[in-house]
């Protein structure tokens, strides 16, 4: 017999909402101010979306006569929305960490890149690998998020420089996206290094000329969807000439403008992504105060990405000065083999000690505002009647306990939960 729901979450000592008043993201106050139930109950209907939240009495009382299929007693455990990761780049073959090494004896991350390392390697490397591989490999990592509580991750190409290897990887991502529990944002990156031997006048023509209109035969035959477009703006790299073309083009296919900005010099990126009208930058670590209040007033979000000022060693991104001013903050993983993390508890952590947000923060950067910078807060990010019953439940009294537990999330995630269906049952928690 069928029920009349999926699930009954029941009892929580903590429900995690973020925010309850239809808000697409948060700044300054409410970033600060995360809104938390005390003794709380969700529903998720039979479509996977939440039909109700609230106190544990009054959900008791409304569904007396209601029959779920699974029904969880979280008492004494917190219940947040699944985690949104907004960058990171998961496919790929060839590992770098012989470059761990080289960094760690002080070489910089371009410093690599020109000695043929780096982005390079892995093109190499992933041009050479076959789809299967590379979906294997990208089911094990995307799997490993999932189990550190990350429900939706956006997805970027980029380790093929040229039209089949790039193909090659939107396809994988767009088979994981059918297979997989997880929700995925698919970020065209093609503009992501300057293929050897050729200049970035002769990398950006062929990303406009053959590149861009395969992609939109693709997308408008229905084989390939992709979401957002992405350029790495950077010095020896590309140029803010060559991204505002690339970046233009792709909004005009409809993509999602979304892209490494101001990362290891002042670009002017941020200024560039504002006036295009960019949904997200990432990186930002050198972004100028003028790109800072041009990101708030255009509503850019900025996704900062604490694992990559903490392995290369830069200055970290000016987290404070952005929340103050009123930039949407969002966080990502960076997950690439630069920065080999699957763990948005992790980058929340770093996030709180390196860049000074506090806990609340990092939580609304890796939910609400992290699905804002994909297009999907009014979807995801919160725990809010209508969207996606994404859950993350924790074998903890408080919520803080996700990031203050260093590395932690195995022993503190109890179920990780996507549109109502319970796909990661970690048994082994033993509570604290
Ligand atoms: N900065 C450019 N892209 C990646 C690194 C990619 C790589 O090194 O393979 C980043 O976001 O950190
Ligand atoms: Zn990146």
Redesign the pocket.
Known sequence: MSQDFLLLVKNAKQLVLICDGGETFLTKHGMKNVRVMENGSVVVGRDGLIKAVGPSETIKAQYSHASFQKEIDATGMCVLPGLVDA?T?PV?AGD?VHEFAMKLAGAS?MDV?RAGG??HF?VEHTQAANASDLLASLRGRLDRMLRAGTTLVECKS??GLELQTELKMLRVIEEARKSLDVNISATYCGA?AVPRGKTVAEATDDILQVQLPRLKEEMSAGTLRVDNIDV?C?RGVFDLDATRSILQAGKDLGLKINF?GD?LHPMNSAQLGAELGALAI??LEEVTDEGIAAMATAQTAAVL?PT?AYILRLPQPRARDMIDAGVIVALGS?F????YCCSMPIVMHLACVNMRMSMPEALAAATINAAYALGRSHTHGSLEVGKHGDLVLLNAPRWEHLIYQVGGHQEVIRYVIIKGNVVYDNDRTVGL
């Open positions: 960058h780049h790929w770098r991350y890149h780096g982005i892995t980029g380790y992501h790495f950077e490494h990362e990432s990186h990405l990559t960076d690439n083999p630069n920065a």
